[in-house]
């Protein structure tokens, strides 16, 4: 059995588990410099990619969760604050897949969006 990786939350390795699908039909919103290697992985992974937060279209995906980084546009978190959608760092989304499952947006400080490792200071 091949390892997915190591889970932060729960501090072990886990296994990968060939029945992943819980991104899948999810709406997300890619914001950053260096994200746009993601857009791949959260395709296959069954997520719908977005551009924006919202429009004026009623047909336009709700937006359920932002992924980026400390790049963010101001406009992007007030819009998003705004909306209450959280706004996460990519290491979420990591923890997604190698868990199996969509972890809890405030699971761990390293799922903010700003977050810095101080030991690496």
Known sequence: MLQAGISIEKK???????HRGDLKDMTIMLEGENLAEWSNILEIAGANIV???HSRRATEEIVQVVVTDNSCKPQILRSARTLKIPVVSTEWLIQCLINGHLMDFTGHPMYDYDYIDSQVI
């Open 12 to 18: 072990k390795k886990v296994e990968w588990n060939a």
């Open 51 to 53: 551009k924006k937060l």
